[in-house]
Nanobody, 119 residues
Framework: QVLLVESGGGLVQTGGSLKLSCSAS????????MGWFRQGPGKEREFVAA??????YYADSVKGRFNISRDNAKSMLYLEMSSLKPEDTAVYYC??????????????WGQGTQVTVSS
């Protein structure tokens, strides 16, 4: 059983920054492709970013503003978000063992952390 616990969400003004963290346990963290997804109010869950052992992937909407990273020794996943916009407001979910970069391709989910960007 893989357990994912997100932290770091909160309220930030437009143009601000936040760093999300995800602590993973119960699996082989270093072997997994890890990712972040988000679900805004009234919207479907969508891909944000992913990281394998050698590559990173980003949704077009966050390229150049968000950075995904991982620390395999600590079983930690991070998402550094900058130049935040109101449309980034969503619950952000940590995801483990991605088969592909869509919600249907995720095998393990965290409980989510709320990010609210005020205008």
């Amino acid at each position: 059983q893989v357990l994912l616990v997100e932290s770091g969400g909160g309220l930030v003004q437009t143009g601000g920054s936040l760093k999300l963290s995800c602590s993973a346990s119960g699996g082989i963290f270093a072997a997994y492709t890890m990712g972040w997804f988000r679900q805004g109010p009234g919207k479907e869950r969508e891909f944000v970013a992913a990281i394998s052992w050698s590559s990173t992937y980003y949704a077009d909407s966050v390229k150049g503003r968000f950075n995904i990273s991982r620390d395999n020794a600590k079983s930690m996943l991070y998402l550094e978000m900058s130049s935040l916009k109101p449309e980034d407001t969503a619950v952000y979910y940590c995801a483990a063992d991605l088969e592909y970069n869509a919600p249907e391709g995720v095998n393990h989910w965290g409980q989510g952390t709320q990010v609210t960007v005020s205008s």
